[in-house]
């Protein structure tokens, strides 16, 4: 099963895909991090999602770029959730670190999509919603916005379940009301 769930910064979609991933029941539980803690904010940041976690259960696995890496304990596939937290670092990493053009970058995260699909039962991924404040950006910038969001659409089309937190709150787009069997 593929959980999307997206919202605005700060608006509660990490502490929202740790609760959709402790509701699956499944026992083995990995947290996938994307994002490189690149100065005092980044670190205070990383900080605070460790913080939130602790206690519960999740492993946590440093994946930057190239999700194909990254291998799971073995185990039972059926016992298993990921959370990827978050889309769009990835996205960011893929572009400014590895690099290579739009539809190669896409390619390769996906690839490492179906990798981490292939390795549990259900995976969770975290992105963000940066589409709505009308600024105006650099070439560069405009062209990671368009990737974010091609990566976003695709996931959202073969997603099982689509969630948009707004003020903790999840609201569904796509999917059961929970998707995992229960309620």
Request: hydrophobic share 35%; net charge negative; proline share 1%.
């Amino acid at each position: 099963m593929l959980h999307l769930i997206t919202g605005g910064s700060a608006s509660g979609k990490s502490l929202f895909g740790e609760q959709a991933a402790l509701s699956t029941g499944a026992g083995r539980r990995y947290y996938i991090a994307t994002m490189e803690p690149w100065g005092r904010e980044g670190r205070e940041r990383v900080s605070r999602h460790r913080i939130q976690r602790e206690g519960k259960g999740f492993h946590t696995i440093e994946a930057y770029h190239d999700l194909e890496t990254v291998f799971l304990e073995p185990g039972e596939r059926e016992d298993t959730v990921i959370l990827l937290e978050c889309m769009s670092n990835l996205v960011a990493n893929e572009q400014f670190g590895t690099g290579g053009g739009d539809e190669e970058i896409l390619e390769r995260i996906f690839r490492g999509i179906r990798h981490l699909q292939d390795q549990g039962k259900y995976l969770i991924v975290i992105t963000n919603e940066v589409f709505s404040d009308g600024s105006l950006y650099e070439r560069e910038t405009l062209r990671y916005l368009t990737l974010l969001g091609q990566a976003n659409r695709k996931l959202a089309l073969r997603a099982d379940q689509v969630t948009e937190v707004v003020y903790g709150i999840g609201v569904r787009i796509k999917g059961k009301e929970d998707g995992y069997g229960g309620k």
